[in-house]
Structures are given as structure tokens and as C-alpha cells.
């Protein structure tokens, strides 16, 4: 997936269950760990590669015995989300109580998810894997190739997959997990295809600084997203004053931010919330003076206050990125001695924020079948016994692949017919409790 977790999570569980005690696991890693291991920043600076948890996967994380190994002053749960029609101003509002939760929820049950950067939870699946032992970590190291084992007298490895590592050393795998991002050689090797196209769109992300806490305070972060023409914009609360900033744009777009100001950056950031596409459109133009451009717009512009994320007044140095946005999805996630899990497996729009807890819930499925085989005496490798790993994870991946790519479709057009019918479904959801909170239901884990 681009995220160490994967790997990691890929074992965690089975080294820590008894059935699978026995098991040899190893883990491969082209990064140096030891960076990850120490991974630490200051409180005021924050990594611009963050991910949003939903509470099945932090469950998932403290089952296997990680999260507690977080650093939890760099977690931050929100309770809302504003998210809005860019072109008609159609709002939602995600939150429990409105969605027939009712006030007698705790706080942990009033969460909608909890932000935090992506190395803040690798650091965490390793220091339990230190914890567990018995894994064998080849970091530094990468694969040069897999091929297929032979059949020698006494030992048939015709079979498995045989890992040819950049150290000279091989790894004869029973059942080889591939986490290895979108690119995916483990795929490549077992020969499985993977179906999808490019967005033309790159998802641009930042550290950013806010005016204040936010409008509910420390205790009551709220998280906004708008869709724009061009792509959905994001504010992701972080603890304190920070946000993480994730805005899917025309690639040119993207371009252009990259190259601005701090200060007309953070412009760029505030009328993405406030000002009209138009308007928007046009500052992208422009190669310098989005702060007084802004400025005199917003003169001119109505919107409310307390509706839109407190002003942007800062940008981390350095944490301005961007990578281009696709969709993929291999035709099985499974071969014969081969499981795909993560980005290997499916890669999605950003917009809806689910890719890593996608992976984890593959992760947290595989753990089971391997030890489900392992229960009834099965060899773990075969497709028969991993049958139950693709069936599950790939219908309710395929499902939501085809929701937020039709929803990114859906909000890129700017005019015409599709926009009004579009702005009374999104009022509608908003204005039923009970429907409303079914969809968020399944976008934490919890509906199935």
C-alpha cells in the first residue's frame, strides 16, 4: 500500500494467535526500519502522509496488540463532518446524534474516525512485532525476483514461490502475502491482472496550520470536505491548531499550488472552502497574489462563518506533495501459494478516505483464513484454503471501489441537470437519520 502497515499487519495477528504460534514468518522491506522504529517529530510538526481510522480499524489494532504502542498525543478522533456541494451549496452533515445515535453515546462512540500520520502507526506494528519476536525482517532489502521452486528428491518445492532477495538470500514461501503497493510484483509473478484507469487528477496533501482548535474546540473536531468541479478538497482535523490538507485536482492545478508562496498557498486553501469554482478556477491562473485576490473576493462572496474550516494561516515547510489518482483492481486476490492485500489488491480515490482501512480489513480477513487452515489441518498456501479470504474481502472492496468512483463522476460535473438532482439526493440523506446513519455505518466497519 505505500504503507509499512500492511506488511506488518499481515503477521501480526497470526504470530500473536496460538493456532498459528508455530508458523515462520518473514518480512520484507525495501525501507530502512530502523528509521521507522525511531520515528519521532516534534509536537508542532506533523508528517503530510496521514490516514483516517475508522473504529473497526483501530479495533483491529488494539486486538493485535498495537495500538497501544501509538503515540496517542498525535491521534485525533473527529465527531463531524461537513461535507458540500461545491456548485449548489447542498450540504451533509455526518455526526451520530443527527443520525438517530442519540446523546446517551460516549465519546468513543461518538467518533467518526481518528486521524493520524501514516508513520505514527508503522512505528507502532513494529515495535509489537519487536515485541512478539520470531519474525524475520530483511529491511534494506529488495526483491529481485520470484520464480517457482523444483522438484528435487525428498523436497518438492515445484509450487512455492522462491524469493530471490537483493542480500543474495532466498525465502521459499509456503504462502506469499504481497503488500507491495500498486505495482505490485507479487501480482506480476502469480500472473493476476488488475483492471481500472487513471483519474487525470493528483491528490495534493500538506500540513497546515489553523487560526484556532476548530469550532467545536479540543473535544469536538469536526472534519470538512467540498466537492469541486476539479476534485474534492479535504481538512482532516490534527491535534491542536494543525490539519492535514488533501485536495484531488486537475494535475496543472496541483502544479500550480506546488510552486506558490506559503502565504498564497494558505489563500489558495481558504477560498477552496469559501469561493465559488469560478473564482477558484481563475486564481489558478494567476502566478502570484492569491492574499489579496482572496481577500477582495471574499468581500463579495456569502458564506457562512462557522459552516467552513477556520482560516488556513500556515503551511508546514516541506509538506506541500502530490501524487497522480487511479483505480485499480486485480481480477483475484489470490493464486496458488499467493495472497494480494492492500494497494496490491485495489487502489481507490482518495475522496472517501478508505484505502488504508481497506487494507486492514483484507489484513485482518487473511489472518483468519490462515488460521482457520491451520485449525483444520490445511496447507495454507492452496487456493482452496485461501478461497475464503477472496470471497469475503473481494465483493465488499468491489462494492466500494464502485461507490466513490462513481461518486468522484458524479461531482465533477459542473452544470446542467445532473447538478440539482444531485444537491436534492445529498439534502435528502441529510435530512433521514436513519438512512444517514446506515451509510455511516458502513464507511466505519460496523455495518456489515
Known sequence: MGLLGEPCLCWSVPEASRATSNLKVALVEGQDLGRSR????????????ASSLTPSSVRFLEEIGAWRHIQ?????????????????????????PSAGGGPQRSPQQTTIAYMTENLNITSALLARLDELGDVSMFDKTKVEGIELGEDTEGLNLSSWPIVQLSSGQEIAARLLVGADGFNSPVRKFAGIGSRGWDYERHG?????????????????????????PSGPV???ALPGNYSTLVWSTLPEYAAHLKKLSSADFAAMVNAAFRLSPIDISYMHTQPSGQVEEVAW?????????????????????????????????????????????????????????QGLNQGQGDVQSLARTIEYAVEHGQDIGTQMSL???????????NRLLGVVDKLHKLYSVGSGPLVPLRSWGLSAVNA?????????????GTGF
Do not use: C
Open 38 to 49: 525511531n520515528w519521532r517529530l516534534p509536537p508542532d510538526q506533523y508528517s503530510n502522509r
Open 204 to 228: 495534493l496533501v500538506a500540513t497546515v496550520k489553523l487560526e484556532g482548535n476548530g469550532w467545536g474546540g479540543e473535544e469536538e473536531k469536526i472534519a470538512y470536505q467540498r466537492f469541486l
Open 387 to 397: 478461497e475464503a479470504y477472496n470471497s469475503e474481502r473481494y465483493n465488499t472492496n
Open 432 to 444: 433521514m437519520g436513519p438512512l444517514k446513519g446506515f451509510f455511516m455505518k458502513q464507511a466505519s
Open 72 to 96: 496517542h498525543a498525535r491521534v485525533q478522533p473527529y465527531t463531524e463532518m461537513q461535507v458540500w456541494d461545491g456548485v449548489s451549496d447542498s450540504r451533509i452533515s455526518f455526526d451520530w
Open 297 to 353: 473576493r471574499e468581500q463579495h462572496t456569502k458564506f457562512d462563518v462557522e459552516k467552513v474550516p477556520q482560516r488556513v494561516i500556515g503551511v508546514q515547510e516541506g509538506s506541500v506533495a502530490s501524487f497522480p489518482l487511479r483505480m485499480r483492481h486485480a481480477d483475484t486476490y489470490i493464486g496458488e501459494r499467493v495472497a494480494l492485500v492492500g494497494d496490491a489488491a485495489h487502489t481507490i480515490h482518495p475522496l472517501a478516505g
Open 234 to 236: 479535504a481538512l482532516l
